[in-house]
Structure formats: C-alpha cells, structure tokens
C-alpha cells in the first residue's frame, strides 16, 4: 500500500465490536477481564488502549517501521527514548536543536548523569571527535529548527553503525510524507505529533518508531513505567489528522516554495532560509534524502532585531504564535519565543541572529499569504 492509503487505512480497521468504520474513542481506565488472566489484550489504559494502538500502527507504517508508541507530547516521546539511557552515557547532539529539546537534554538528563555534547553535525570530524568510549547516542534534527540546516541522515546512520551507537532523529520538520529516516539507517524516528502530524493546532502529542524490537521492547517497558501516555481523544485527534498528511503536506511544500521565492527576490530581506531554494547550501542533499522540502521557512529582515519585530507584527494572516505544522500559517520570532531558552551567545555562535523570523507556511491560498507578507513588510 501506498502512504496516503496507508494514512487513511492503518490500524484503523472497522472496529471488531461494532463494526464503527472510524476507531472509537475507548475512553476507558480499565477493562473487565473475562477471568483471572483472561482479557482482550487491554488491562489498564496507561498499559494500552484501542484508540492509542490505532495511533501507533498507523505512525509506523507511515515511518516504514515497525513498531510505534504514542506519547503526550514530543518532548515526553523524546524523554521516553532518552530513559534507554544510564547515568554515565554521553550524547553527541546536532547544535541547533528545537528550545525544548535542548532544555530537557541540558537543565533535566545532566542532573540524572547524562552528558552531552552539541557539534555541526556537517561536520564528520566533528562528529567523530565528539564521540567518546561512553557514547551511546547521536541525536539530530534534520532540518534543523530554526535554521533549516541538513544533515546527512546516511552519513551520520554509517558513523553510529560503526561504533555501535544508536541515531535517532527528530523527524518533525518533515514528517514521513517527505522524509523516512529508518529507509536511511536511523534507529530511532521521534515526532512531536503536535506539528504535521496532527496538523491542525488542536492537540499536543509525540510519537517514536523504530524497527528494532528489543529497542521497542525497552522503550514500552518504560512508556508504561514513566506513563506520559496520551489520552484517547488525543489518540483520535490525531489520527483524524494523518487522514489528510498526504494533502496537506503537498500544499504546505508548493505554498512555501512560492513564499520563499517572493522573499528571495524582497528588496527588505537579507537571507532566506528553506532547503527548496537552489540558493541552499545543501540543496542537493535536501533533493537527495527528502521527497519535498517542507513548509517551514526562515529569514532575516534588513534592519536588525527592530525590522524584524515590526514584521512578525505587522502580518494579518500569519499569525505571531509559537508553534509549526498546522493548515493554518504562522509568524515566530525564535530568540524571544521557542529558543529563548537557549543562552544568547549559543544562539548567535550556531548563526541564530537576533533578527531572524521563522514561518510556518500553512495551506491557505498562495496569493493571499504573499500578500499579507507583502503588506508587513511594507513598513519596515
Ligand atoms: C515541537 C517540537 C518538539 C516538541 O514537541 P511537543 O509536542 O511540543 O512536546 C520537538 N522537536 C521539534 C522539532 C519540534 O518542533
């Protein structure tokens, strides 16, 4: 089966006990077992639930994996991969990484004896003279967030492969549609469901894939232990959403690339970031290991940090929100919003300026999201 079949078909069989063709919301704590020892495979909501095993059939097949889990948000399925970890293990990490992501890993793990180091992950030498003897995982974005840098997902995958540490990788930006880091020797594949996945900005939640069964044995033990599991409704939330990933993510990907051609040739602006444009530097990577280029753009306004305010206030449609993935379009300013929490010269060190604004391209009509850009900038 195809992916857009498989979005709509997935676990998602007409329900066993009623014949409902769209899987129920079982909100449910408990099931009544048929004897001592005898249940239909449920027990305890936070152990497994219908609508949850729907949501994590479907995100598996749709990564090409195997096995999938749901969780309450992102950064709870981040926190879920990280607990295969021990105190005393190292990470090597891409360095421009989501705000959430470096928080958790930064101010929570090292207090449990996780360490970490952050490198160009462009960089093999980089790579290879950050990992240590305790080195268990690399982890990256790809693209990265908000400076839509790319990394090699097979490159990376072969100098893991070599020391025998696990990859994952944070498919967010993405999400499957576009690209499938277990195809390009990946681990782990990490969501927050949040974003594309879900894709209309109503329901927070993460996601984890992988192929291989004793990491997904490790990693439902802890699910069930840790319990950052999502709610049936949100289960339901979000498969609604897969229905359409396919759509969506074709119209996110010809909106953004006709906004980024506009800025390109803007008078006001100073650099566009989006892996689309030939004028990427890494553009024939982006051809290479994605099938499209997303809906995720980033860009400098002349004038600094007071130009770039007065834009990402300005606009009418794009509304100044933190967040990304959703139908509808959106404006952010990363050093004062989603990467605030990144000290100020680790920002300016990995080339994320105080005046660089991110778009979230959303579907709506090509014309009219040019226009209101076109307006905002009109008074700088
Ligand atoms: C939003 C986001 C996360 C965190 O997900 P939540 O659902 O907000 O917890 C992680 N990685 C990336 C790339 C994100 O955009």
Avoid at 156 to 172: E, G, P, Q, R, W
Wanted: with cysteine; proline share 3%; net charge negative.
């Amino acid at each position: 089966m195809h992916f857009s079949t498989r979005a709509i078909h997935v676990g998602q069989e007409a329900d066993t006990a009623t014949g409902a063709t769209i899987v129920p919301i079982y909100q449910t704590s408990t099931y009544t077992q048929e004897e001592i020892g005898k249940n239909k495979g449920y027990d305890y909501s936070r152990a497994g639930n219908p609508t949850r095993t729907a949501l994590e059939k479907c995100l598996a097949s749709l990564e090409d994996g195997k096995f999938g889990l749901a969780f309450a948000s992102g950064c709870a399925a981040t926190t879920n991969v990280m607990s295969l970890l021990r105190s005393g293990d190292h990470v090597v990490a891409c360095d421009d990484l989501y705000g959430g992501t470096y928080r958790l890993f930064e101010q929570v793990l090292t207090r449990f004896g996780i360490t970490f180091t952050f490198v160009d992950m462009n960089n093999n030498d980089a790579i290879n003279n950050a990992i240590q003897s305790n080195t268990k995982m690399i982890w990256i974005e790809t693209p990265t967030n908000p400076l839509l840098k790319l990394c090699d997902i097979a490159e990376v995958s072969t100098i893991a492969k070599s020391k025998k540490i696990l990859l994952a990788v944070d498919n967010t930006f993405m999400s499957p549609y576009f690209q499938k880091p277990l195809n390009l020797g990946a681990d782990i594949v990490v969501h927050s469901t949040t974003k594309y996945i879900g894709g209309h900005s109503d329901v927070i939640g993460g996601g984890v894939i992988t192929s291989n069964e004793e990491l997904y044995l490790d990693m439902k033990f802890t699910q069930k232990s840790i319990g950052a599991v999502p709610g049936p409704f949100d289960c339901w939330l979000t498969l609604r959403g897969i229905k359409t990933l396919a759509i969506r993510m074709k119209e996110h990907n010809k909106n953004a690339i006709a906004v980024a051609n506009f800025l390109l040739n803007h008078p006001k602006i100073e650099k566009v970031n989006y892996p689309g444009l030939e004028s990427h530097p890494q553009y024939e990577l982006a051809k290479k290991q994605m099938t499209g280029f997303g809906g995720m753009i980033s860009f400098e306004v002349k004038g600094g940090l007071e130009s770039g305010k007065k834009v990402a206030t300005a606009t009418k449609l794009f509304a100044l929100a933190e967040s990304l993935g959703g139908v509808e379009s959106l404006i952010g300013h990363p050093a004062t919003m989603t990467h605030a929490a990144i000290p100020r010269e680790e920002r300016l060190k990995v080339g994320l300026k105080d005046s660089l604004l991110r778009l979230s391209v959303g579907i709506e009509d090509q014309e009219d999201l040019i226009n209101d850009l076109d307006q905002a900038l009109s008074n700088v």
